[in-house]
Every structure is written in C-alpha cells, then in structure tokens.
C-alpha cells in the first residue's frame, strides 16, 4: 500500500471501482464524483480536460451543461476525498483534471508492471459499471495471456502455476 499523506491508499479497479484508505472502504455519496475519479485513475495521472471528461460523464448532455455539472461534480469529489485525508491526489489545472498517481497504490497499475502479486487478481473485469472502460479489457486480457505463456516480468514459478491453473479451469477470464 502506498502511503500519503500519513495513509495507506489502495485504488481496486478490478471488478468494480473501489478506493480504500487504512484498509476501509471510501463511501461516495455521489455516483458521478466516484466515476470521475474512476476516470482520472484509468488516465494514470495524464490531465483530463473538461470537455473530454463532459463526454465521458454526461454524453447525452449539451456541452455547456455537463462542464457545469462536472464543476459541482468535481467540488463533491475534493470533499468527499478531503473528508477521507486524501485530498491531495486530486490535481485539477484551468480546464482539466488529473490524480497524482503515485500518491497511490492501484491494482492496475501493479498489473501492467507485471507485479506476481497483481497478476492472478485480474479476472477478466475491469471497471465493471463504467462502458469506457470496457476498451481496456482486451489488452489486459492480451497482457494476462503473455503472462501465462511464460514466467516473465518477475512472476514466480508457483504464480505462474496459479495462472495457468485458473485459465484451465475455465469460466472466469473472458
């Protein structure tokens, strides 16, 4: 777990979207701040700017309509984080957004870089919930698959074991 701001931070992506602080859950009371977040960490501390986070959050909306909601959207989110000490990995510029991705730990992250720890918690589901982030599964479907043909990237004979146990079992990966 990374530590921030005298905290441990753990952002799950697998799955469902979820953010952890000393190993509780973050509740949001907004469904819209949480699926920004969820935008800005699958960014992986790149800026988003206001008009491409309107698109993804509130496509159906006129232009001007969904940078207004962003704005609330995004005052929500600083306080729902700041409410939990983490408000420090928000990054926001004039006209976009962004997290400090090391202020972090993410299991995506830790997936991409190949950690033997990560690897065998990807089930084939990434950001379940959110439609954009459907287009990153098959690439981490296509990485999980180069992880099981060859121990690489640090994996260890028994992970890679476990890897190719699951993918004989069938029915989780997709």
């Known amino acids: 777990m990374s530590q921030r701001e005298g905290q441990n931070i753990f952002i799950k992506t697998f799955g469902g979207f979820d953010v952890f602080v000393d190993g509780k859950q973050v509740h949001f009371s907004s469904e819209k701040a949480k699926e920004m977040l969820a935008v800005l960490v699958d960014k992986r501390g790149s800026s988003v700017s206001l008009s491409?986070?309107?698109?993804?959050?509130?496509?159906?909306?006129?232009?001007?309509t969904a940078k207004n909601n962003l704005r609330v959207i995004y005052y929500r989110l600083k306080k729902i984080l700041e409410n939990?000490?983490?408000?420090g990995m928000l990054i926001k510029k004039r006209g976009s957004f962004a997290v400090d991705a090391s202020s972090f730990i993410c299991d995506v992250y830790e997936f991409v870089e190949g950690n033997p720890d990560y690897v065998p918690l990807f089930l084939g589901n990434y950001m379940s919930g959110y439609e954009w982030g459907q287009e990153v599964v098959p690439y981490l479907n296509n990485l999980y698959?180069?992880?099981?043909?060859?121990?690489?990237?640090?994996?260890?004979d028994q992970v890679?074991?476990?890897?190719?146990?699951?993918g004989k079992k069938g029915g989780k990966r997709k």
């Open 145 to 156: 698959c180069q992880y099981c043909e060859t121990p690489m990237n640090g994996l260890s």
């Open 84 to 87: 939990n000490g983490i408000g």
């Open 160 to 166: 890679h074991e476990t890897i190719l146990s699951q």
């Open 52 to 64: 491409q986070m309107a698109w993804l959050l509130y496509e159906q909306s006129p232009e001007q």
